[in-house]
Structure formats: structure tokens, C-alpha cells
């Protein structure tokens, strides 16, 4: 990461709620094309998240503790806070000597741009302006929120004015919280209601509502110079799996997510 800090734009989203397995099989089923032509071998990677929810996992993934792969580590990080002793910063690791990633790369020179999309990033009280406080600037309408049947369409259309309104010499560390696949997510499949309510499918109807505006935010944040992506899941959601629904419960739908991370420029 010390050869791409300084010289890429970094651009890192989280794909909120969404599991492993239907991920990966909308994946392998050929229905993400814009996301799949960048995951290595077609696939994403199965990690363990850092928290069963929004905020847990983002603090630890602010302070550098992304996703964890699922085999046994110690696995080194690409972004870390000087921290003695640490078993998982290595050689390659960027290593910054604020308290997270987001002044970390602020220190480096990048602008810190926050757009947010479920309630921990909406402002709209104490605890909704911790995370995106963290950045230099913020954004959240109620277009972005869960509520929306088109908050990554919005999300994506603020990024590319953000990119649009940078000197071309600045460089950018862009983050964007994804909505759509957080409850409720019923209207994202033809035919569904909120009577039959949120299910495994709509969730999946979700994400591929999500990849077919993936390439216009790619293709925005590879505009001005190479971009270094970071795409993964903070946590993902029970379906009625051993009788749980929803998150923040140590349950395997919650705690393995997708990752992955990839390079993109303008002529890819």
C-alpha cells in the first residue's frame, strides 16, 4: 500500500448487510457484470467481519481492521495505525500516525469525502454524526437511506460531482456506504410487497440493482487517475436461519462477508 498511497485515488464502499453466499452466487451466476469483470477470478473472497453491525464494524474498518480472510492468520493488513506490536502490520502495510485510516490519508494529502447511506451516517444526531465526523466532508439526503427504491443511483450521481469538483492534482479518499441491501429491501424484486416483506431474494434483487450504477461510480473514480478499490460487506443478515432474523448476532449469515480489492483506470 506505500507504493499506492500518494499516487491513486482510493476509493473504499461498503456494501451494507450483504452475505457471502448470495454474493457469490449472483457472482458465479453471471448477474454482476460490472462488479465481477474487477473481482479477482470472477469471485469474491470470503472473509469474517470485524462487527455484526454498521457501527461496530465501521469503527474497527476505520481504524484499519478490514475484513478478516477466514483461514488462520495472522494476515497482513494494508492500512495500520502505529501500534506496537502489532502482529498484522507488515512490510507493505501503510502505516499512519493518527488514531484511524480516514486522518491517516488526510495527513498524507488525500480529501476525505463520506457518503453515507444507512442511519449511522445521516447527521441527524449525535450518534449519526460520528462516522461520517471522521471525514473532511460528508453527504447524506434521504435520497441515500434505506427507504429509497434509488439510493445507490443517488449515491453514485453525488460522487460524481464530488470527483467532478476537485482540482485534478488533489487526491481523493472517497467512501460510500451502500443502502440498498439493508431491510427494507422488498421493493428492489418485481412482484414482491412489503406484505411479503424482505427475503433472501429481494436481498439478492438488491445487489443487482446496486452493480448495474457500479461502473458509472468506477468509472467516475478512475477519471483523473488510476483508483485502488476496496469493496466489501460490514456484516451480512439472517433470513430465518436457526431462527434468526436481521443482524448483531454471532450467527455464520452475519459474520461472513465479500470482499475484494482491485485497481481500475480510465481505459479498463
Known amino acids: 500500500m506505500n507504493a499506492v498511497v500518494g499516487r491513486h485515488d482510493i476509493l473504499f464502499v461498503t456494501l451494507d448487510t450483504l452475505r457471502y453466499d448470495v454474493a457469490q452466487e449472483l457472482a458465479e451466476a453471471g448477474?454482476?457484470?460490472?462488479?465481477?469483470?474487477?473481482?479477482?477470478?470472477?469471485?469474491w473472497e470470503r472473509r469474517h467481519a470485524p462487527g455484526s453491525f454498521t457501527y461496530a464494524s465501521h469503527q474497527a474498518m476505520f481504524a484499519g481492521f478490514l475484513p478478516t480472510p477466514a483461514g488462520q492468520g495472522p494476515h497482513p493488513r494494508l492500512f495500520a495505525?502505529?501500534?506496537?506490536?502489532?502482529?498484522?502490520?507488515?512490510?507493505?502495510?501503510?502505516?499512519?500516525?493518527?488514531?484511524?485510516?480516514?486522518?491517516?490519508?488526510?495527513?498524507?494529502?488525500?480529501?476525505?469525502?463520506?457518503?453515507?447511506?444507512?442511519?449511522?451516517?445521516?447527521?441527524?444526531?449525535?450518534?449519526?454524526?460520528?462516522?461520517?465526523?471522521?471525514?473532511?466532508?460528508?453527504?447524506?439526503?434521504?435520497?441515500?437511506?434505506?427507504?429509497?427504491?434509488?439510493?445507490?443511483?443517488?449515491?453514485?450521481?453525488?460522487?460524481?460531482?464530488?470527483?467532478?469538483?476537485l482540482p485534478r492534482a488533489q487526491?481523493?479518499?472517497?467512501?460510500?456506504?451502500?443502502?440498498?441491501?439493508h431491510q427494507p429491501n422488498w421493493f428492489h424484486l418485481p412482484g414482491a410487497t412489503r406484505e411479503t416483506g424482505d427475503t433472501r431474494e429481494t436481498h439478492a434483487a438488491a445487489l443487482v440493482a446496486v452493480d448495474r450504477h457500479m461502473g458509472r461510480l468506477l468509472a467516475a473514480m478512475a477519471s483523473r487517475r488510476p483508483c485502488f478499490a476496496i469493496v466489501c460487506s460490514d456484516?451480512?443478515?439472517?433470513?430465518?436461519?436457526?431462527?434468526?432474523?436481521?443482524?448483531?448476532?454471532?450467527?455464520?449469515?452475519?459474520?461472513?462477508?465479500?470482499?475484494?480489492?482491485?485497481?481500475?483506470?480510465?481505459?479498463?
Open 31 to 43: 448477474r454482476l457484470p460490472h462488479l465481477a469483470r474487477y473481482l479477482p477470478g470472477g469471485a
Open 81 to 165: 495505525a502505529r501500534f506496537a506490536g502489532s502482529e498484522s502490520t507488515a512490510e507493505g502495510t501503510f502505516v499512519y500516525d493518527t488514531p484511524d485510516l480516514v486522518s491517516g490519508l488526510a495527513e498524507a494529502g488525500y480529501r476525505t469525502v463520506c457518503i453515507g447511506g444507512v442511519g449511522f451516517f445521516n447527521k441527524r444526531g449525535p450518534l449519526g454524526s460520528v462516522l461520517p465526523g471522521m471525514f473532511q466532508e460528508s453527504h447524506w439526503e434521504p435520497e441515500f437511506g434505506v427507504t429509497s427504491p434509488t439510493s445507490f443511483e443517488a449515491q453514485v450521481t453525488r460522487a460524481e460531482e464530488v470527483v467532478a469538483g
Open 235 to 268: 456484516h451480512g443478515t439472517a433470513y430465518g436461519e436457526d431462527g434468526y432474523t436481521g443482524h448483531r448476532v454471532g450467527h455464520e449469515v452475519v459474520w461472513t462477508v465479500p470482499y475484494a480489492h482491485f485497481f481500475v483506470d480510465e481505459a479498463r
Open 171 to 181: 487526491r481523493l479518499f472517497l467512501f460510500l456506504n451502500v443502502s440498498a441491501l
